[in-house]
């Protein structure tokens, strides 16, 4: 097994150090080049929802490729984006009566946070975007600015502006949040401008699995409609079908006015991003917001051949079916060790196990590795033991990781 500073020749700031070099992955299944086997429930933070290597993705890319396919077309008409975009209309929107234009905001999730807060500020007219406490949006000025994380704040030096951050959901326990909102936004004179758009993840990944209530969603969705406020759901990490359903709001019944994809929006694991935008939103000239590698053909082919999962209900139900196993696993542990002082967070198959003594999470972690299973912290403090398995695990795969956290959080006890 090597050391992390051995394989180390990233800069400082990437901070995921698995001691070893991986090779192959299937499924929910990775390998390194010593042949260990791994149960992966990083699942690239959510960017593998259909797991490794999905057989008919990697064939239909194949394909695409022999038969000398597009790769790079910048934002040239190609068949592939056009497959992609009647697929998109015709498995996801239509059958959820959503009216969106579908923007392709660059690679990235921050490129498309960037975009849904540019087009927020250029229809409205005005600067101002909330977000809330432990958000996560990305690491670009524009979306790190409604980043309410101040360890990453403080990677642009200085304070960022056009942002202020309030409690999410029950964050603050029994006291209704919302309503303190409303109290600044009718009180121009407390300083707060009325602003642009709130930004929220329904459920927040890197902020440790804090899932919002279908209440609280309805509510900020009612409020931003009161106010004449653009609702942004960020579903970069929590939609794509990771927490049950394609959308992650559609429980909630809302209707955002903008939505950020990305991570399993390319289905195979290649960088792409949608920011999906009410029409009467399209205000964009052309060339107002380019960029050379927006919409990557390849990823397209891949995607295109994703949304099959969602041509019927099955693979939702068996997302949630699969979250209740992971749910019930997770708070059979929390009741197994007490001492362990933790609770159970998250829904569908985003979910985590939240613990007040966050200086055991690297340790058990790292013993999980050892034992077959990758998993990450999330949480300012680190306290969460953050699962997102590839959605196409079976039962046995999750009990398979259940048990490997159960030896590792004993280990670490012991
Ligand atoms: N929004 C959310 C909710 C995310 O979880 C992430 C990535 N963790 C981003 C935006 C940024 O996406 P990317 O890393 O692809 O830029």
Known sequence: MKTFEELESTVRSYSRGWP????????????????NEYIDFFAGAGALNYGHNDDTMQEKMIDYIQ????????????TSRKMFLERFKEVILEPRDLDY??????PTGTNSVESALKIARKVTGRDTVISFTNAFHGMTIGSLSVTANSFKRHGAGVPLHHSVSMPFDDYVEGQNTLAYLERFLEDRGSGVALPAAII?????????INAASMEWLKKVADLCKRWDILLIVDDVQAGCGRTGTFFSFEPAGID?????????????????????????????????HNGTFRGNNLAFIGAAEALSYWENDDF????????????????????KYPEFDAHHRGRGLMQGIATAKPELTDAI?????????????????????????????????????????????????E
């Open 20 to 35: 070893t070099v991986f090779e192959k992955a299937k499924g929910y299944k990775i390998w390194d080049t010593d042949g």
């Open 67 to 78: 038969n000398n396919g597009i790769l790079h077309s910048l934002d040239m008409g190609t």
């Open 316 to 335: 939702s139900k068996s997302i949630q079916e699969k979250g209740v196993v992971l749910r019930e696993g997770i708070e059979a542990l929390v009741t």
């Open 256 to 288: 955002p006015d903008i939505v950020c994809l990305s991570k399993s929006i390319g289905g195979a694991g290649l960088p792409m991003a949608l920011t999906l935008i009410k029409p009467e939103y399209d205000q964009w000239g052309p060339g107002e």
């Open 200 to 208: 929220l993840e329904t459920v927040q990944g890197e902020g440790g």
């Open 101 to 106: 234009k579908v923007m392709f905001p660059g």
């Open 365 to 413: 972690c790292s013993e999980a590795f050892q034992r077959g299973l990758i998993v990450e912290t999330s949480g300012p403090e680190d306290e969460v033991v953050k699962f997102l398995p590839p959605l196409i695990i079976d039962k046995e795969g999750i009990n398979e990781g259940l048990a490997i956290l159960d030896e590792s959080i004993k280990t670490v006890l």
